[in-house]
C-alpha cells in the first residue's frame, strides 16, 4: 500500500510551475471579462492546465475538451467532416472550428485550439513539428502554423507557449 502525500507537499506553493505565459493571459482575460475555453489534440490538455494552473483561473477558464480523436472533433466540436476529408485533422481550417467548438460547447467568450503533428511519426503526410494553433471570439479569429523541432515533449510545450501567446495577442486587439 502507497503512503498518503503529505498535506503540506500538496498545498505548498510553487510559483516555478505557473508558466508567466498563463498567468498574462489569465490576467488578461480578468481584465477584458472574457471566459476562454480550449480544444486539443496534441497537447492533450496541456493548454488547460496551464490556464488553470495560474490562482484563480476559475473565475475565467470555464473548461477544455482533449479531442484526440477525428471522430470527437466532428461529434462534439462540430468540426465538418466534409472540413477533416479534404484538409485533414491538422489544418488551419481545423483548428479554427475546433476553437469555435470550444467556444460553443463550454459557452466562453475565447476559444483556443491545437492540433498537430508532435511525433515520433509524421501523420496524414504532415511533418511532426508541424502545428496549428487557433484562437476565436465573437468578431477574432487568428490561426497561426508553427514548425516546431524537438522530441515530442518539446514539440507539445512549443505549442503549449504559442497558444498561450495567441491567446493574450487575440485579446489585446479589438472585440
Known sequence: MGRAPDPTEL???DAARVDPRAARAVEE??????SIATA???TGGLVCAALTSVPGA????FGGIASYSSDLKIRVLGVPADVIAEHGTVAEQT???MADGARRVAGADVGVATTGVAGPDPTEGKPVGEV???VTRESVRLVRVFTFHGSRE???RQAVESALELVIEALSGPE
Open 95 to 97: 483548428a479554427l472550428h
Open 154 to 156: 518539446q514539440v507539445r
Open 29 to 34: 482575460l480578468r481584465r477584458a471579462g472574457a
Open 11 to 13: 498545498d505548498a506553493p
Open 58 to 61: 476559475s473565475s475565467v477558464v
Open 132 to 134: 496549428f494553433v487557433a
Open 40 to 42: 486539443e489534440s496534441l
